[in-house]
């Protein structure tokens, strides 16, 4: 899974967002943190949707970067559920970057995000019963 060379996603993607100065090292590179937050967004946009309520990010698989994102770079991120437990959902994200001035995009990273259905209480909860698609339309 973690090509360099892979196609991007034939789907939409969860969030589509430009890296800015503020998200960038001194050097123009965009923090690893903040590309992150960003792959755990999309993630808890799917998760939330398929648990009908509130979720948290419990644990996420190891990262490796295969390309950096500079500022200004256009970042897609694609996240897919992948498991569904009893009060746990495993969701895929991956993260592509383009340059503003191509239309090659890239592959950044990608990795595994568990969540959590909670209740009010912030306890576990289950996940309701439903479809459990591959992708969860935005």
Avoid: C, Y
Wanted: aromatic share 6%; no cysteine; hydrophobic share 40%.
């Amino acid at each position: 899974m973690r090509d360099r060379n892979s196609k991007m996603p034939n789907e939409t993607p969860v969030i589509r967002t430009i890296a800015m100065p503020a998200d960038a090292n001194p050097v123009g590179d965009i923090f690893g943190g903040w590309l992150m937050s960003q792959m755990d967004l999309a993630a808890g946009n799917v998760a939330t949707r398929r648990a009908r309520g509130r979720t948290a990010t419990v644990a996420v698989d190891g990262m490796a970067f295969l390309s950096p994102v500079h500022v200004g770079d256009e970042v897609s991120l694609f996240a897919r559920l992948q498991q569904v437990g009893r009060t746990s959902m495993k969701i895929e994200v991956e993260a592509w970057r383009r340059a503003r001035d191509s239309e090659e995009s890239t592959k950044v990273t990608e990795a595994t995000f568990t969540f959590v259905a909670i209740d009010e209480h912030r306890r576990p909860r289950a996940v309701p019963p439903g479809d459990t698609p591959t992708t969860v339309a935005v």
